[in-house]
């Protein structure tokens, strides 16, 4: 049974263009005078001076500053040691791996967490868990919600377009993620928490309805996929956001020689399970092809043998979680689709 629990939600949420130099101005509204910075290694050095110079202009100390070289557990249980305990927030900066570290830390350290993404690549920039390292294993561990999310909708347009394709291939998961929810209910009793499924999905119809790539469809963009991350702290599982789709891009992790962007993998998974259930394959196909999704794959191509295996490999990842892997053996289907769909058929190489 889900039993029903307060739900974390984040209290501060900015998304326009030139956010990041109103963060001094936000972190002093709340009270957050002395602040620990953990930022992206490779983040342009300008975007790091714009947020310091902000944060300085209103009397914020930055107590410690540091770059996030790894996603290591180890790593960031070091950096964890070393915080100050005076500080009143925790501001994560940059790419999904300095994000994961730094709600990581806040976590530890009890204190607010403020996550400001440079890109929309994944809905890691709000969610409830992080993805780091134990050992040489990728695993979620149990984090802290974001006091606030701040999105600049301009620094996340001036990223590189194949991270907004990843954040696409990763909002859209939400559909497959949420009909494995409803199968796994139907042939094992799984509990559904409605509320979260329906917020999950209609976070992507609400995309869907403009999926442009301009200053508006980033914060349609960035919105929904923070809705996804408030619908997981919502039911307190990830079921309305991760289904088959992501075992799939999660062996393809462990098993490729090359394992690419999460919501790469993940939208064309997705796509390939939405065959699978027979529901929503015409409205992802059309949305890749709007946004050119479909392109960015066909220019560097999956590796076909890799995605059978991860495909085989996939449902044992994760005991006691039911999803159209489990309800037959679907590897016949999906050699097929690989071959013949005519989408997919260009996702992988000759
Ligand atoms: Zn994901």
Redesign the pocket.
């Known amino acids: 049974m889900l039993i029903p629990k307060q739900t974390v939600i984040p209290t501060l949420v900015r998304a326009k263009p030139g956010a990041l130099d109103r963060m001094g101005l936000y972190a002093e509204r709340y009270g957050f005078i002395r602040i620990l910075l953990f930022f992206s290694q490779d983040l342009d050095d300008r975007l790091i001076g714009r947020l310091t110079s902000s944060l300085r202009s209103r009397n914020i100390q930055i107590l410690q500053q540091a770059p996030v070289e790894s996603i290591g557990f180890e790593k960031a249980a070091e950096l964890f040691g070393g915080c100050s305990a005076n500080a009143d927030a925790i501001i994560g900066f940059g790419g999904g791996k300095a994000l994961d570290v730094a709600k990581y830390i806040a976590f530890l350290c009890q204190r607010p967490y403020l996550s400001v993404p440079t890109s929309l690549s ?2 890691g920039f709000c969610s409830p868990q992080s993805s780091l390292t134990v050992g040489d294993r990728r695993r979620p561990l149990p984090s802290a919600m974001p006091f606030g999310v701040i999105l600049d909708t301009a620094v996340c347009l001036n990223a590189p377009e194949i991270l907004w394709h990843s954040g696409v291939g ?1 909002l859209v ?1 939400k559909f497959t993620a949420v009909t494995d929810w409803k199968m796994a209910f139907h042939a094992r009793g799984t509990p559904v928490d409605d509320f979260a499924a329906l917020l999950s999905d209609a976070s992507v119809y609400q995309f869907l309805a403009r999926p442009v790539r301009d200053l508006e469809g980033m914060i349609l963009l960035g919105t929904a996929l923070l809705l996804n991350g408030i619908s997981m702290s919502i039911c307190g599982s990830s079921r309305p ?2 289904g088959s789709e ?1 075992l799939i891009s999660h062996a393809l992790d462990t098993l490729s020689k090359r394992p690419r962007l ?1 919501g790469l993998q ?1 939208g064309v998974a997705t796509y390939l399970i939405s065959l699978l259930q027979a529901q929503h394959s015409e409205r992802i196909a059309t949305l890749f092809e709007a946004t050119g999704f479909w392109r960015a794959i066909a220019s560097d191509p999956f590796d076909r043998a890799e995605w059978l295996e991860a495909a085989r490999v996939a449902p044992s990842i994760k005991s006691d979680f039911y999803t159209v892997l489990s309800s037959r053996d679907c590897l016949p289907e999906i050699e097929r689709a690989l071959s013949c769909d005519p989408n997919l058929r260009q996702c992988f190489r000759a």
């Open positions: 994944n809905d990763d998961s956001a991760s992501h999460h993940v």
